[in-house]
């Protein structure tokens, strides 16, 4: 059978910037810069994107154009004893599958609760004790289902498979396509009128403000890296399979270089609004703004709900909020079930209909465990484990398996050959030397302290 194809080089672009742009742009990025130098951030995180983030997304897409393949056929094409690290990569795609969609889940119950701001006055207890159910009366446990929580799910896993069931041109293209452009226009209105609010160049300044005392820690750095990767969904699987849809006639180059940019950009962007609402919460509550400040889930359902709370218009903009944040949370949720759903239907020959419908209903009973009140536990930890060990592994094995058996030149050489610009040998150097000397030493200093 003829593999699948993307129908215009713009679905396959808004495709990959859709698995990209995700969950940790928004909630992720910019508390990352602002917990590592703030301005001073940027360095490590730029030298991170050009020298890791950019030739490993080059070095995926030519992966995926050249050998067709979901992540385990095309590094068995590579060597035969290496589909295991497909496997691999799929299994972390397949456990980041079933907490993000959690995530998501959360974030749509917030979207309708944003129009009234039905969390209140009090939106970490609300939170913690009246959504999540944790707290003195319901101890912390796996058996307890919260309807309240797995009903939003059930929405995310309709969506996403909906997407997946209906091909890459008919289903994953079509729906980035709407998500993309939603995203983009929900976002640049909630900016416009966020920078004007009182306080909200303070927040940026704070965000912006360099510490570079911070350069020389070896925690800045590691924090940069992790997040190229993460950010970039590079090492899982994804953009192999993304990539393996491409039409013969790609511009490898061009297409990775885009996808790297448009993502930092609007992280950046993302980091401006986060801020600019920070500074004017703190304004707002006559507190200096790192005591607003938090990060992650706790930035995302407590921060932002107290921070809508004090907005103008709220109504409007907590429902554009919440909606950018689920936007964002499905594009990238889809990409992860198509990173495994696609290594099922090489592996198993089955069709697409059979391995999406076999995919998503086992993706979606794992993803319950989510919806009990031990879920938060269990996120908690499977995401440290992830973004501290799994990912930078992965990443270190993909570089020293391309870098030195497939070899690097070859990948450039065959990139250039299709792409309308030239890479050059700065692209090896980094690929065979420079990530994974910067990973290796990362990875280790991540494993010390975890186990310490
Ligand atoms: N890149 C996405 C983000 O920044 C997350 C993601 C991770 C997507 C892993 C797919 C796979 O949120
Ligand atoms: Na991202």
Sequence with gaps: MKREQWGSRAGFILAAVGSAIGLGNIWRFPY???ENG???????????????????MLMEFSLGHKLRGAAPRTFSKIGVKLEWLGWFQVFIAAIIAVYYVAVIGWAISYFSYS??????SDTNGFFFSEYLKLGENSPTKLGSLQLHIAIPMVLAWGITFAAIFGGVKGGIERANKILMPLLFIMVM??????VFLPGALDGLNYLFQPDFSK???AKVWSAAYGQIFFTLSVGFAIMIAYSSYLPEKSDINNNAFMTVLINCGFSIT???LIFGVLGYMAQEQAKPITEVVSAGVGLAFVTIPAAINLLPAPYILGPLFFLALVVAGLSSHISIIEAVTSALIDKMNWSRKKAA?????VGFIVSLAFATNGGLLLLDLIDYFINNVALLTSCLIELLVIGWLFKAADVRSYANNISEFCVGKWFEICIRFLSPIMLAVILSTNLINTFK
């Excluded at 703030?38 to 490993?56: H, V």
């Excluded at 129009?115 to 209140?120: I, L, M, R």
């Design 215 to 217: 350069i020389m820690d």
């Design 357 to 361: 419908s076999i995919v998503c209903g």
């Design 32 to 34: 990352m810069a602002y």
């Design 38 to 56: 703030g301005g001073a951030f940027f360095i490590p995180y730029l030298f991170a994107m050009l020298t890791a983030g950019i030739p490993f």
């Design 115 to 120: 129009f009234t701001q039905s969390w209140g």
């Design 189 to 194: 209105g909630l900016i416009t009128r966020i």
């Design 270 to 272: 993302a980091g401006v």
